[in-house]
């Protein structure tokens, strides 16, 4: 059984696992203070191109997520996400938990605009209700979104606008960043994110990592003593050290961006090929995650020999399911699969 | 400037102020623990048919709904309500300031059916990914509902099985339960809402009390140390008398429901009126709040003498007003009120 | 049974009940938004001296803790508190029911110092795990305090010092605010709480009133959007006139300060009474709060005609109690009071 | 400089990274459901002697301990915790996050008796005002406590029926309960541990692991959808079974116990050998924590080479520090320990 059902289901790059290796019997400072986690910081901030970032690195990303969004808001502030947001469906109210609202604008794709924002906010400043509901004051959105697809730069510069003009907070999910900035056709980069937002995450579990995500803050209010808040949430590793080392292999060379390569490009080769074999998508993705339309028929044919991921039901004949690349995809396993589902297909008569 | 923006904008009955006079010079015991909460409490549960409920009372709605959701819900667990439903929208977030999702059912009408809830409830059973989302635990619907509608016996007799059949507490908000039980074609009793459910609110503040609902609560579950966890949340008065005499006032006798049926009667007025020349309905509501649709110029010309509330536009041309009438309304205010609209409505050519 | 176990038996002062006669038959607006709110508000900005002042009412004590306190932090902060502070004890849980710890330092008679904040504050900065550690950010006192005693000006100026000087907020619970303004030997006034301070709350509900208390907020931090924050925390009445307009009636004139004269007075007689009779006294309190040391058997012959409040064991054969009168308190029943006790020490032979 | 601060300036043990690089290049169920956390699962069922128990890893200690309580705790429910209580101290606030409080119990070596619960507990139930106070509900205490100290079997028992008798949850913290169990003199066992509490955890990152908690659920209302919870708290790996895996290789063999008892033979080294000179202790410790009292004479000559806590100062001329051993420490390490501290015992003359 192969597993295409996530991009998380390989442990960990070899290259990752040589640096745990080689620091195994020493000892090192605790609670992220440790010269792993320094060195990755000045990594990180190198690449976002701006020397007073503040960086750390914590287990998950809904961690991520809630840590930043408490440490942001007010009790009365609320959270602006499209309604595919992670946020707003698959953290089991992780933000709710920890007093804050999720409102959500609606959005096909996974992506919301800048008008849908500034329509959404004006609304709420318009209201003669206005006192009695949650008022926004952070924007969630996710780069690539959860549904593989992206923001332009023109598309971002407008969000980051509006945010600005109404003094919102505008933060950007990147459980899988990597996978979205090297895809074909996108024109957005780490220094243009770091510009554009408050905060954001570097994803590092779907990107080849053991575990970590490296939360980037630019914005001071958001930042002050966001250990302590971290700590407050359980977040707090005591041996921190073993963010920071990943971080350190994943960037102190290409790693991380040889290894969302390969990904794309091994989803590629599949959407290449269903595509050639008529099959339809349920939204067009550039990156490592695909969302096709198959018949029930086709799907049994593939059950014994991999796994995917259930996304919805179409109709009694025919199901969208996502199939997920990794940095640990190799090109035999996507060879299996494409002359499987090819021939999968073909029995089936679609 | 007479206000039909809303139904709490008249202060207190006289037979209730009547009660009040009485008692001042005296001493009474502290916390709703006298002898007036006490004689409040047999009455209700008198009304409502059962000796074993456990009434409490606080100040207001979006109180009582953010202590009966807190005292019913582990952390992981939320609230299902319609969009429409004040807990999704007008209550600034305050279920989720106690650590709960409101997860929301689409209605166009403020109410939602048993189907929906079973659906909803299945798509959360069914889902691989069930344990990252908030699990459903609650169903909010109120009576009459946002918009002023109502449910049916059979409506709600089908809600309460499927909440039952799942193991859901099922919750109603009666902010305006009064209006809904007097409403005509209306054929749900306070024996029947107290049957059907595990909690509910009889709301005094829109019904000719100063402030004031009485929580009635029938699962024991959701009851154990309630008037701690009102004390927690800032919500127990010293003086809870003053709550427990103004219940008295309303259902010694049927003042309660008298109220209720004269607002109605008043609102059927001015409903009769605008369908005799011709105005639409947002939505058909029988009880004391109308949504009539106008054309601006019709508004302004009113808006010198009336304060009505403003609903949605629809278009550029008109609007949807809320008009509420109240148990102070008089027959005398509605006269004019409705032979201004007739006036302002025959000269716009509507 | 005369109640004297608090200060809160009494429903409302006439004057008070004379406005509501007076306006029980109009139309007001909402949400605090009204002439008689209106009118409080500025009365209370005047007497405090300040015109730039928010000035909101809620209905008790404990909501006006959690509301000004949870306003006032983010999420890792906590609350530094005299071991007796209401917060720290009597109110459930209700400011950690908001995500924050209550930090205590020790006290006997109620009050705190300047030298113990700031002790307290540097071990918390010195600490090598000060990330994890709540970090200490607002200090809670009451003036009067839980025992009755009072702040000299001296000692609330060197809080105020301390508080300012490493950027702490100080906050005032002044539920008996009027009874400490008005006690023999007190040198603070209202101006100088309110220069002193970031917010306090002028209690009404022990003070005269049927309900309600006075936040007063003069940090604009704070301040931000608070009428959403009480809406949140379900705190926000329909009818806020209500509250408006007993402040008003309780500061048009000097009908307050009469009263907690007043109440000063009657305790004052008791107080004298039984020093005279060699009775000793847990604490020297100078306001209303009378908290003497009586043996059982004492308590016994006045326990069928007096209520008195069980403060806490001292041995087997004698207790602290609380005696509280209060605005309502007659010289008739401090009489009777007084004679009974006197022939209750005698006849005991204490 | 060799760091004695604490016990987890080590990374992992080397049979652990054994695990994970044989595993790495392969696939694995996620979120904890794979054969590691399975077999992981297995093993501490069998350990603790009950079949029916509920094992999930988490990463941290803080987290476990905000999952276990605010998984038991209904809103108004409080945590009673040693004054020294992990919770109570070093947590950042992390339980009164989740909404609950935490009540202290007075203690001078960490560990808290049956009687001190007992009495709290009375003291709350008896009280007039119970209303208005937090409800104990949960007792947390620390095996070993957060000054090495241990439990004997009888006062546990003692603490598990008080908690039984007034229907308290019991939950241990864990942390170093190896080098508990381990340790010298000490009567409880893993199976004891089980059948006095409600739930506990068993430490991983202070014992060898790389990071990892195994919390160990007895009591079903604790336990239902407790994934769920920690999902919600961000603390939900996607990758779990580096979890697993690791607690596979503590106790696939006795490798876990073998590991707490070099650690508590190399502290008792230094113990011993600080006894011989004299030096006096702020506690008396049995496990890998010790506190010495030391001059500063002393320290400073210690500080080039070594790394010890600054627990707390005794007076201008001393301080208690904390010297911890770790599974790591080797033999040589601390003879080098022991002689230098011995030369600058000497040197100074104490």
């Not at 287990?59 to 997520?65: D, I, R, S, Y």
């Not at 809630?66 to 502030?77: E, F, G, M, N, Y």
């Not at 609320?78 to 946020?87: D, L, N, Q």
Request: charged residues 25%; contains cysteine.
């Amino acid at each position: 059984m192969i597993r295409f059902c996530n991009d998380y289901s390989e442990v960990i790059h070899p290259k990752i696992l040589g640096k745990l290796v080689e620091v195994n019997t020493g000892q090192a400072g605790v609670y992220g203070e440790d010269t792993y986690c320094e060195r990755a910081r000045e990594l990180i901030k190198g690449l976002c191109g701006n020397d007073d970032l503040h960086v750390r690195f914590v287990v998950g990303g809904t961690l991520a997520n809630l840590l930043v969004i408490s440490a942001s808001l007010r009790p009365h502030q609320c959270v602006i996400s499209p309604t595919t947001g992670h946020v707003a469906t698959l953290e089991a109210g992780a933000i709710e938990a920890t007093g804050h609202k999720v409102s959500t604008i609606s959005t096909d794709d996974g992506k919301i605009t800048a008008e849908q924002i500034e329509s959404f906010y004006s609304e709420y400043t318009d209201s003669d209700y206005r006192v009695h509901i949650a008022q926004p004051k952070l924007v969630f959105i996710s780069f690539p979104t959860e549904y593989g697809t992206l923001y332009t730069k023109d598309e971002l510069q407008a969000i980051s606008d509006v945010c600005k003009d109404r003094n919102l907070y505008l933060y950007i999910d990147g459980a899988r960043l990597g996978y979205g900035l090297c895809a074909e056709g996108n024109d957005v980069d780490l220094k243009f994110i770091t510009e554009s937002c408050d905060a954001f995450y570097i994803g590092g579990t779907k990107q080849g990592a053991l575990l970590g995500e490296a939360i980037v803050i630019k914005n001071e209010n958001i930042a002050e003593d966001f250990t302590s808040i971290i700590k407050q949430r359980g977040g707090l590793l005591a041996k921190g050290m073993i963010l920071g080392l990943q971080f350190t292999a994943l960037f102190e060379d290409d790693l991380y961006f040889e290894l969302s390569k390969h990904a794309n490009k091994m989803a590629s080769l599949v959407r290449d090929a269903l595509k050639k074999k008529g099959v339809e998508f349920f939204i067009e993705s550039q990156t490592n995650q695909l969302f096709p339309i198959l018949q029930n028929g086709v799907l049994e044919g593939l059950s014994e020999k991999y796994l995917f991921a259930n996304w919805k039901k179409v109709d009694d004949e025919s199901s969208v399911i996502r199939i997920c690349t990794s940095w640990a995809t190799t090109e035999e396993s996507i060879g299996k699969l494409i002359a499987d589902m090819e021939a999968s297909l073909e029995q089936s008569g679609e």
